[in-house]
């Protein structure tokens, strides 16, 4: 089954990119507080850590099911 490997990596580097982008963007290192709600909000690294550390999981998960 190539299927479920191929849906688990698309999604492992959709979570990669978003959460890294969250961590940047709440940490105020891109992004701009008057014009994005998450910008500047330690919150928002935090929750980009954890949806990079899940990319970064689902991204392993999927070079089993492709093998």
């Known amino acids: 089954m190539r299927l479920p490997g191929f ?3 698309i999604a492992g580097l959709t979570m990669l990119l978003t959460g ?13 507080s008057e014009t994005s ?8 690294a935090y929750i980009g850590a954890g949806v990079f550390a899940l990319g970064g999981v689902a991204l392993s998960l999927s070079r089993r099911f492709r093998r």
């Open 7 to 9: 849906l688990l990596q």
């Open 20 to 32: 890294a982008w969250w961590v940047l963007q709440g940490l105020s290192i891109i992004g701009d």
């Open 37 to 44: 709600y998450i910008a500047g909000k330690q919150q928002w």
